[in-house]
């Protein structure tokens, strides 16, 4: 089954500094890839949602890039602030209706003043 | 206010005793599902359910049994509870399809002694 890598497992920046985390996947079949924020003791928050035929989008403050050659999402939080602390999680669907999502294992960031 | 209602927020058991977890979406949606997240593991996908239906199920223990009584319900319950089974449990939903985006609850807390 799929398999997703995420790194780096803990991420400290300053802030204004950027913050680039990166998931690599198994399975050439996935075709919709997430970003989630969980904030502690709360639930997920839906960043973004990228398609296999988009490999660049923009949000407020980050942009997602998609290499499906490599297998490989990635997150680039620019100029983070200290409400950007909080984990981060890539997930993975295939083209299939299950609603089944791979998540990699998060990474923790925080943003010091 | 929430759209997906999870109860309890956090429960104690004993090993062996059996707890259901309620989860309540008012989203309209025809799917949900749920999910594991662990000290030792990363969110993990349970089982999915479309119209009342199982759609599928990752879960290899049937101490696990979903149970959806009305369209916006998927409750779970879980029986002869072991520590192993202590996790953050959250209920998702989305309006179906492949492109559907899930939005999750804010967990359930399950610490089992």
């Known amino acids: 089954g799929e398999q997703v890598e995420q790194r780096p497992p803990h991420l400290s920046v300053r802030e204004g500094d950027s913050a680039f985390i990166t998931c690599t996947y198994t399975?050439?079949?996935?075709?919709?890839f997430f970003w989630y924020k969980q904030e502690p003791g709360a639930s997920l928050q839906l960043l973004m949602k990228?398609?296999?035929?988009?490999e660049i989008n923009e949000g407020q403050g980050f942009t997602v890039l998609l290499n499906k050659k490599d297998k490989r999402l990635s997150l680039n939080l620019t100029a983070a602030h200290p409400g950007d602390s909080a984990a981060y999680f890539c997930?993975?669907?295939?083209?299939?209706?299950?609603?089944?999502?791979?998540f990699g294992d998060g990474t923790v960031l925080t943003v010091k003043p | 206010d929430p759209k997906i209602i999870q109860k309890p927020k956090y429960l104690v058991a004993v090993t062996g005793s059996e707890k259901i977890l309620i989860c309540e979406q008012y989203?309209?949606?025809?799917?949900m599902y749920w999910y594991r997240q662990s000290a030792k593991k990363p969110l993990e996908f349970m089982f999915s359910?479309?119209?009342?239906?199982?759609?599928d199920n990752q879960t290899a223990s049937s101490r696990f049994q979903p149970q959806s009584s009305k369209k916006n319900h998927l409750d779970l319950q879980i029986t002869a509870l072991k520590p192993d089974d202590s996790a953050t449990y959250f209920c998702?939903?989305?309006?179906?399809?492949?492109?559907?985006?899930?939005?999750f609850g804010e967990g359930s807390k399950l610490t089992v002694l």
């Open positions: 990228v398609f296999s035929s988009t």
């Open positions: 359910y479309s119209y009342q239906k199982l759609m």
């Open positions: 399975d050439p079949n996935s075709y919709y």
């Open positions: 997930a993975v669907r295939p083209n299939t209706n299950t609603g089944k999502l791979t």
């Open positions: 998702a939903s989305s309006s179906g399809g492949v492109t559907g985006q899930l939005y």
């Open positions: 989203l309209g949606h025809n799917a």
